[in-house]
């Protein structure tokens, strides 16, 4: 069965180290897309992909790079991780840019 | 600017008792509309959509949602809550100037039994 993985699931890192979480899909969707999930603030875009080589920013995209090399995957890096991107964050692909969104399973991030 | 708003932020039903999730969203055309559920510790699902069509759509578990252009609004539905139930709704709309989805801040449903 086609799926989305992330990771690590959880992970914890100090104030201004580097981290990449991991985000791989078999759906073989061009659309994949990186949020956030804090209280209150439901789920916030950070950075989005509609294919191989093409990235663009989201509403919260400071602080954070994408890079997209293959359909499958979509790392997401913090260059110098702060206090204030402790979060839940998830990984999601579609087929339309418009459509249903696939997600995964989420990797918690703590930054200390 | 676009928008999504969940009004009710917690919401607490007896089981077997009838839902409704609210939803309204800043728009000027017809907006693609989705919700998803979230389980403790798990992703999002998606209980439902609506592009175009019917205007009531049916989605799975039980669930449906009625699209009321008029009141810009696209409210959750489901006539017996079971407790499995319990979990956190977002909303979703899409919209064809921004070629993005943005989320309402979810409404956590808790269920008595």
């Known amino acids: 069965d086609a799926e989305i993985t992330q990771s690590p699931r959880h992970k914890i890192i100090e104030t201004g180290r580097q981290v990449t979480l991991a985000c791989h899909q078999t759906?073989?969707?061009?659309?994949m897309f990186w949020y956030r999930q804090d209280l209150g603030h439901g789920l916030r875009l950070i950075h989005y992909?509609?294919?191989?080589?093409?990235?663009n920013k989201g509403e919260v995209s400071d602080g954070y790079s994408v890079s997209r090399s293959n359909t499958e995957d979509l790392p997401l890096t913090l260059e110098s991780a702060a206090s204030s991107q402790t979060s839940v964050y998830f990984c999601?692909?579609?087929?339309?840019?418009?459509?249903?969104?696939?997600f995964g399973p989420g990797t918690r991030l703590t930054v200390t | 600017a676009q928008s999504v708003t969940q009004p009710d932020i917690h919401i607490t039903v007896s089981e077997g008792a009838s839902l409704e999730l609210r939803c309204n969203y800043s728009?000027?055309?017809?907006?693609?509309l989705f919700w998803y559920v979230q389980s403790p510790g798990q992703g999002l699902q998606l209980l439902l959509k609506?592009?175009?069509?019917?205007?009531l759509v049916q989605g799975i578990k039980g669930f449906e949602a009625e699209f009321k252009r008029s009141q810009s609004s696209f409210n959750l539905r489901k006539p017996s809550v079971h407790w499995s139930d319990a979990a956190e709704y977002f909303c979703?709309?899409?919209?064809?100037?921004?070629?993005?989805?943005?989320f309402g801040s979810g409404t956590r449903l808790l269920v008595r039994p």
């Open positions: 609506y592009f175009s069509g019917d205007t």
């Open positions: 979703a709309v899409g919209m064809d100037s921004s070629y993005k989805l943005i």
């Open positions: 728009y000027g055309a017809t907006p693609y």
């Open positions: 992909s509609y294919g191989v080589h093409d990235t």
């Open positions: 999601a692909s579609s087929r339309e840019v418009l459509g249903e969104q696939y």
């Open positions: 759906w073989n969707h061009n659309n």
